[in-house]
């Protein structure tokens, strides 16, 4: 009789394996927390662009899908071409100097700064939905969750396992939500006349832009993988922007053709579109999960910028190499780390802007989203014109029409914002901290390896992965 016994080769393929797919796992799912997060309040968005008008609210997320497929499909070749990370800021360095990689940057600072802002009102509004008489209390419960995701921060990173498995929650209650609505009666729509369908939907879906805001993750990201090679590190990048898209895809379009099916109009003030969705369509127990699972991911969202924004301000503070010279541009005190490594300072200070902007904005996650889908827009037009030029002196005229559409189209997102007077605000604070961090860059000497700092900051000093034998 054959022995079953396998060899310690094997075993050893198996245990590789299996180690390689739950990194991938853990990596993929907790990089996409914010865009996954961001279908809680975008299909709401989009909604109220259109006055309520379900009838588009279908083609306008399609188009904002179609948008976010062609970004994916140019940072697939960006991530090939910076497998240590870096996303557009190490493109945009590369491509047209490191001076130009500053825009990139300022770009992520604010976009850092309104995740943290959305993510924490959109929570309160999660749990105002489940529990109404908190209502009057909106500000300061959304407040009180920025305070405690920042508080966490003290502790270090809380590692890539428990973003993925709060993504995962996320979506298995969606689904579950979803399920249901498969045999049920289809509402009849009101009519909404309007003058130009197509005019409609172009002007609408650049609020909803907000799906897309996650994007830039995985190209960043990738610099946390130390212990892959680049050939590992593409393959990963890869891998996460395409499941991000897949997943983000149809979690979406999902949830729209039930909020369209159903006939769930714009909610009041004290609910949201998704809620209303889950509240209509399931028992008070799912209801209840789904609520739970979209404010815990959108913290996760939260939490996971408190760590990107300081650690990109750390990467960037002036400190002394071995040989004596120092890099850097920024104060040195923003360098400096707690015992678990955790940039304080500049969680504090991300803390208190984000606050400031929370109150500003009384804590409503769909009057923030109007300043959302702005910031990180320059960032990928960025990325993209670097990656078309990339493309052009490889000669590979493919891409460069892939980079050149992604580029209209995303250019084509940002003057569209530009027609609302938020968003006007949203730019400018990128080009005030984009012109900020050119200026400090300028009186420190224009040290090089600045354009790096991306990548640097996305390189953990202490990583907690609950899902991976190192052995």
């Known amino acids: 009789m054959a022995s079953t016994q396998t060899s310690p080769p094997q075993r050893a393929l198996v245990r590789f394996v299996h180690g390689r797919t739950a990194l991938l796992v853990a990596f993929a799912f907790s990089v996409m927390a914010d865009p996954v997060s961001s279908v809680a309040y975008a299909i709401e968005a989009a909604l109220r662009a259109l006055d309520g008008n379900l009838s588009l609210l279908l083609p306008a997320m399609f188009a904002v899908v179609i948008v976010v497929a ?102 298995v209650t969606a689904v579950t939500v979803l399920l249901p609505i498969l045999g049920a009666p289809a509402a ?66 999902g949830l729209t053709a039930a909020v369209v099916h159903l006939g769930v109009t714009v909610p009041h003030d004290d609910t949201t579109l998704v809620a209303e969705l889950a509240r209509t369509a399931n028992s008070p127990g799912v ?50 780390t707690n015992v678990h490594h955790v940039p304080v300072i500049g969680v504090v200070l991300f803390g208190i802007v984000s606050a400031m902007v929370v109150a500003a904005a009384g804590a409503r996650d769909q009057s923030l989203v109007l300043f959302y889908a702005v910031a990180v827009f320059v960032s990928f037009l960025m990325g993209l014109i670097a990656m078309a030029r990339f493309s052009a002196r490889d000669h590979r005229p493919g891409w460069v029409v892939l980079n050149v559409a992604a580029a209209l189209v995303v250019a084509f997102t940002l003057v569209a914002n530009l027609a609302r007077p938020a968003a006007i605000g949203s730019l400018i604070a990128t080009a005030v901290v984009a012109a900020g961090l050119y200026w400090s860059w300028v009186r420190a000497g224009r040290p090089r390896g600045t354009g790096r700092a991306v990548a640097e900051a996305e390189t953990l000093e202490e990583e907690v992965d609950l899902l991976v034998d190192d052995d």
């Open 188 to 253: 009849v729509l009101p009519v909404h006349p309007v003058a130009s369908a197509p005019l409609s939907v172009a002007l609408a879906f650049p609020v909803a832009m907000a799906l897309a805001t996650g994007v830039e993750a995985p190209s960043s990201a990738i610099a946390q993988l130390a212990q892959l090679d680049d050939d590992g590190r593409r393959s990963f990048g890869r891998w996460a922007l395409w499941l991000t898209l897949g997943i983000v895809s149809v979690l979406t379009l």
């Open 287 to 336: 209801f209840a999960a789904f609520q739970a699972t979209t404010a815990l991911l959108l913290l996760s969202a939260a939490s996971s910028s408190f760590q990107a924004g300081p650690g990109l301000l750390k990467a960037l503070a002036r400190a002394q190499r071995a040989d004596g010279t120092t890099h850097g541009v920024l104060p040195a005190i923003l360098g400096r």
């Open 70 to 171: 062609l970004v994916v499909a140019s940072y697939h070749q960006l991530v090939a071409r910076f497998p240590e990370g870096g996303g557009s800021a190490a493109a945009a360095g590369a491509a047209f100097g490191e001076a130009f990689s500053f825009i990139p940057m300022g770009a992520l600072i604010v976009d850092f700064v309104l995740t943290i802002s959305i993510s924490v009102s959109a929570g309160a509004s999660a749990i105002i939905s489940y529990v109404p008489s908190l209502a009057p209390w909106r500000l300061v419960l959304a407040l009180a969750l920025l305070v405690l995701v920042a508080g966490l921060m003290w502790f270090g990173h809380l590692g890539r396992a428990v973003f993925a498995l709060l993504t995962i929650a996320f979506i």
